[in-house]
């Protein structure tokens, strides 16, 4: 199982960017997919999750309303298009795959996971 994250950059206050993330090796249609991130100096939190088996979605709070998760089971590749990007927001994200069935918050349930791909937003 292969999860690659592209899509991470370098933006000011206000910008947007679009993170994918490719997987090969699964079952795409039957997993939970998530966005995680971790900043400096704090543990890892869920920043979205899309259960691919039924569409429903998870968004944590200080995200809601400005990022987007999407799947694409045709190409077996998760999105999350961030708008309204603050400096609060840099971290890097990593995509991870989970086998439930189920939308899951915790990165415990989840079993594999990309390299992540940073992404800083400047004041």
């Known amino acids: 199982v292969q999860l690659v994250e592209s899509g991470g950059g370098l933006v000011h206050t206000g910008g947007s960017l679009r993170l994918s993330c490719a997987t090969s090796g699964l079952t795409f249609d039957y997993y939970t997919m998530g966005w995680f991130r971790q900043g400096p100096g704090k543990e890892r939190e869920a920043v979205s999750c899309?259960?691919?088996?039924?569409?429903?979605?998870y968004y944590g709070d200080s995200v809601r309303g400005r990022f987007t998760i999407s799947s694409d089971n045709a190409k077996n590749t998760v999105y999350l298009e961030m708008n309204n990007l603050k400096p609060e927001d840099t971290a890097v994200y990593y995509c991870?795959?989970?086998?439930?069935?189920?939308?899951?918050?915790?990165?415990?349930?989840?079993?594999?996971w990309g390299q992540g791909t940073q992404v800083t937003v400047s004041s």
């Open positions: 899309i259960s691919n088996s039924d569409g429903l979605t």
């Open positions: 991870a795959a989970s086998t439930m069935a189920i939308v899951l918050n915790t990165p415990e349930w989840y079993e594999h």
